[in-house]
């Protein structure tokens, strides 16, 4: 696996009165709430106690908006700064869904056809009439991945240009024939980068600058091929083993063209899933071949759309990918259908503490977006059965049949006197027999209620039953 791999599934100084707040986030648009925040910063520093890494710096999107920015830890080492959520960091493979959202704003204009023969823009490579641009974005053509290793090797320290890198790994002899596996190749999207700009007929960076990065006020990205990361942006390090941090290696200029070559804060990178869950820079169709999974010849799927991969978590539909180039890794998941996004930035390689925190932030907000709901229906039953009304559409056939007419009148009898609840709450969830069984905790100024209920698949209420506390 390179550091450009999304297969590990790892990834300005400020005024120095800054420096002093750097655990207070930046201002988001919405807000997450204060207890949420709280088990999200834990979730972070955890990681970052229990794995050493130097610093995260987090974006949560929540509705369709920033929510939450947050960086902790350190940016650098030496000298010792604070990580600010303005900071910069690498992005890796992250990379690729800017090459791929390129070509398909080109497939848009008119200027090419995913379907294309690599041939047509790129001459003289291994079976170029046969190799399609969708099969690069796709990583199913064939072509050799350059960079396999998970460190630099000496050769990657020397520049070299994007036209090498094709000539020595894409007239090779193909690892296998086009759409008959699946198999991550960083050479794949140089040659990318090769087609934009020969389509677009201007530099791959301007193109995405001007579509893309512009549009969304993506104000900080650049590119860190032509431009390195200063002292004002976090410093990315490496260990040997277990032992201490190291200043990371900068692998020389060329080598991440197309497949890695971007830094930028976390907001920014939130702005672009924004995008993607309003689908504002690209047309809808296009949004569907980015995000459908590739299917092999032999009916296989493969997990991954165009630069991203593709699946479901958490029983949400989930767009991600993960980076990682010399010093630094990333996790990108996007939840386009819930609306929902979260970007964890790192600034140690070889580590998966980045995928780690995104799926606990994510779980985090998953669960707490349940709780609420099933609380908010949970109370509107609750408030009816006080006063012996029931909406009969909510349940199930047997669950109806309990709510006879002498059971509408106890409840109402009982539970109406107590008057408005103080408090209710939800205190555990579990799965049993097809069913989701929650159960809850109904304070009053003079007296505890429990209350438990099951909930069929389809949503229908099998069970609403309320106790005495025990």
């Known amino acids: 696996m390179s550091r450009l791999s999304q297969n590990r599934t790892v990834p300005a100084i400020c005024l120095f009165v800054l420096l002093a707040a750097s655990r207070m986030p930046a201002q988001p648009q919405a807000a997450i709430s204060g207890a949420l925040r709280e088990k999200v910063d834990a979730v972070v520093w955890q990681a970052l106690a229990t794995t050493g890494i130097p610093s995260a710096s987090i974006a949560i999107v929540e509705g369709g908006a920033i929510a939450y920015l947050q960086a902790y830890g350190d940016g650098r080492i030496e000298p010792h700064t604070p990580a600010l959520p303005a900071m910069r960091y690498s992005i890796g493979s992250i990379s690729k869904q800017f090459t791929a959202a390129a070509m398909l704003l080109l497939a848009e204009q008119g200027k090419l056809s ?38 630099v090797p000496p050769f990657m320290l020397r520049p070299i240009t994007a036209t090498e890198i094709v000539d020595q790994w894409a007239r090779k002899p193909l690892d296998f024939d086009p759409e008959t596996e699946w198999q991550y190749s960083n050479t794949n999207f140089v040659i990318a980068g090769l087609i934009v700009e020969k389509a677009s007929g201007e530099p791959l960076l301007r193109f995405l600058s001007e579509h893309i990065f512009a549009p969304l006020e993506m104000n900080s990205v650049i590119d860190i091929e032509q431009n390195q990361l200063t002292e004002t942006d976090a410093t990315g390090y490496l260990r040997y083993a277990i032992g201490p941090l190291r200043a990371a290696p900068k692998e020389g200029k060329g080598w991440l063209f197309a497949a890695g070559e971007l830094a930028m804060p976390a907001e920014d990178l939130a702005k672009w899933d924004i995008s993607m869950i309003k689908q504002s820079v690209l047309r809808p169709a296009s949004y569907v071949q980015m995000e459908t999974e590739v299917v092999l010849r032999n009916g296989l799927g493969t997990h991954y759309g165009l630069g991203v991969s593709v699946g479901e978590q958490f029983g949400r539909r989930v767009i991600e990918h993960g980076g990682e180039v010399s010093g630094f890794t990333a996790h990108n998941l996007v939840f386009p259908d819930a609306r929902l996004a979260v970007v964890v930035l790192v600034n140690e390689d070889s580590v998966g503490a980045s995928s780690d925190i995104a799926r606990q932030i994510s779980s985090l907000l998953f669960r707490e977006a349940d709780i609420g709901k099933s609380e908010d229906q949970s109370r509107e039953i609750f408030r009816a059965l006080q006063q012996g009304k029931i909406n009969r559409s909510l349940f199930t056939d047997n669950c109806n049949s309990y709510f006879t007419e002498q059971a509408l009148r106890d409840f109402a009898s009982s539970l109406g006197p107590l008057g408005a609840p103080t408090e209710f709450s939800q205190s555990s969830r579990q799965d049993r027999g097809g069913m989701t069984f929650r159960s809850f905790v109904v304070h009053f100024p003079q007296r505890t209620v429990a209350l438990w209920e099951r909930i069929m698949p389809d949503g229908k209420i099998e069970q609403y039953q309320v106790g005495a506390k025990e």
């Open 114 to 151: 995913l379907d294309d023969p690599v041939s047509r823009f790129v001459p003289g490579l291994t079976r170029g009439d046969e190799v399609t641009i969708r099969e690069l974005l796709s990583h199913t053509s064939g072509y050799q991945d350059y960079w396999p290793q998970d460190y």
